[in-house]
Nanobody, 127 residues
Framework: QVQLVESGGGLVQAGGSRRLSCAAS????????MGWFRQAPGKEREFVAV????????YYADFVKGRFIISRDNANNTGYLQMNGLKPEDTADYYC????????????????????WGQGTQVTVSS
């Protein structure tokens, strides 16, 4: 079992920055991907970014490329999502997740590929 706890959400003005954290416990993540997803009210959960824990490879949704940075701290088993240049349309609940595959061949981008989810942290961007 993997437990994930997000933190770092809050209210931020447009153009501002926020760093989300995802602390993992129960298992080291070396063999897995960690992804970040978001869900705005009335919308489906959508992929934001993913990192392969073993080598740090990353992949981003087009709408966050150049603004968000995903990273991980092996020593603390914690993942991060640095969000810069925030826009009102970035307002959502943000979730971190760990995928279900051991040493996955690809960087997972679909929710069904993830087995463990955090409780979410809300980010509100004011205009």
């Amino acid at each position: 079992q993997v437990q994930l706890v997000e933190s770092g959400g809050g209210l931020v003005q447009a153009g501002g920055s926020r760093r989300l954290s995802c602390a993992a416990s129960g298992r080291t993540l070396t063999a897995y991907n960690m992804g970040w997803f978001r869900q705005a009210p009335g919308k489906e959960r959508e992929f934001v970014a993913v990192i392969r824990w073993s080598d740090g490879s990353t992949y981003y949704a087009d709408f966050v490329k150049g603004r968000f940075i995903i990273s991980r701290d092996n020593a603390n088993n914690t993942g991060y999502l640095q969000m810069n240049g925030l826009k009102p349309e970035d307002t959502a609940d943000y979730y971190c997740a760990v995928d279900r595959s051991h040493f996955p061949a690809t960087l997972s981008t679909r929710p069904y590929e993830y087995e463990y989810w955090g409780q979410g942290t809300q980010v509100t961007v004011s205009s």
